[in-house]
C-alpha cells in the first residue's frame, strides 16, 4: 500500500518523533510505500487567508468557501495545497499523527485540514438534492482509502474512559474521526492511543512502540469503525436526522452514528 503520513510534532527528538520513526520502519517493513508530511519541520502555513486565493481580486470581498471552490475549480490554489492533495490522491491509506492538545490537534495540523480540505476536493462534491445530500460520510473524494489516528495523551486511560472526566475518547476523537476523516469517504479505522506518556520510561517506550507496530503490520486489515453511510437509507433527507426507527435504546450521542453497534 502507499501510505501518507501526516505529523504534526515541533521537536524530532520528542516521543511523538520517536513513534513517527518507528511507524515508517514498521510500514517499510511490510513493503510499504511511505510518504510523510512533517508539518513544523516544513513550516505549513497553518491559517486560511487571501493570501491562500492569488486569483481573487483584491476588492473582492473574501467568502473562504467561495474563493475554496473557485480556487479549485480553476485549479489556482497553492502550490503547497495541491502538493498536499496530490498526496492524498496518492496515498491508499492515510495516519494522522499528533500528540492531544487541548483535547483536539495542535492547530497546525487543523491548518492542513482547514487548507487542505478545499470545496470541490474534500466537501461540496456530488449532487446537493432533496433526495440526496453530497458524496460524504461513507462517499467522497477519497472513498475506498482507509485512515487513522496515531496520538499520545498526558492522561490516563481511566481519564478517557466511559466515565473518566475528561469524556470518552471515542467522543472526544469523533470530530476528526468522522467530521474530518469519514467526511471525504476514508474508512476510519480504530485510533492508536498511547496514554500517560508524560513519564513513560525506556520499558513502557518499548511496549508502546512494539503496540504501534502491530497495528501498523495490521493496517491493510483491520476492521474500520462501522459508521452510517449518509445515503445509505439510514437518515432522513434533508434533515439528515438518524431514522427514528434506527435508534437503539442504550445509544446516544456520536453512538447513534455507528452501524447496529453501541460504544
Ligand atoms: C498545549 C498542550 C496541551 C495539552 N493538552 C492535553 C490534553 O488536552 N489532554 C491530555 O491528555 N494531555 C494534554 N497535553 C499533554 C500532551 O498530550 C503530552 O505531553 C504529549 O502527548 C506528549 O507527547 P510528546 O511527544 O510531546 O512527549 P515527550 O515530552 O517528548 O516525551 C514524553 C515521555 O516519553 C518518553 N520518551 C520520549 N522520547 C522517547 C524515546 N525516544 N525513547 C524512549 N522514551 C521516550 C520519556 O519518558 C518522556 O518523558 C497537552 C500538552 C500541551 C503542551
Known sequence: MKVLLVYAHPEPRSLNGALRDVTIKA???????????????????SEI???????????????????????????????????????????????????????SMPAILKGWVDRVYAYGFAYGVGEHSDKYWGKRFGEGTLAGKRA??????????????????????DDLLFPINH????????DVLPPFVAYRVDGLGEAG???TAERLR???????????????????GDYLIPTLELRPD???????GFALHLNGATQ
Open 27 to 45: 510500514l517499510e517493513a511490510e513493503g510499504h510505500d511511505v510518504r510523510v508530511t512533517d508539518l513544523y519541520a516544513e513550516g505549513w502555513k
Open 49 to 103: 487567508d487571501r493570501a491562500d486565493f492569488p486569483a481573487l481580486a483584491s476588492d473582492t470581498r473574501f467568502k473562504p468557501s467561495r474563493a475554496s471552490k473557485d480556487a479549485f475549480a480553476t485549479d489556482t490554489l497553492t502550490a503547497d495545497v495541491k502538493a498536499e492533495q496530490e498526496k492524498l490522491l496518492w496515498a491508499d491509506a492515510l495516519i494522522l499523527q499528533f500528540p492531544l492538545w487541548w483535547y
Open 148 to 169: 487513522m489516528l496515531v496520538v499520545t495523551t498526558g492522561g490516563w486511560e481511566e481519564h478517557y474512559s466511559s466515565r473518566g472526566v475528561n469524556g470518552p475518547i
Open 179 to 186: 467530521g474530518v476523516l469519514y467526511y471525504p469517504g476514508y
Open 205 to 207: 517506550f518499548e511496549a
Open 214 to 232: 502491530e497495528r501498523m503490520r495490521a493496517l491493510a486489515t483491520t476492521t474500520p469503525i462501522p459508521y452510517r453511510r449518509q445515503n445509505g
Open 246 to 252: 434506527l435508534e437503539t435504546a442504550d445509544a446516544r
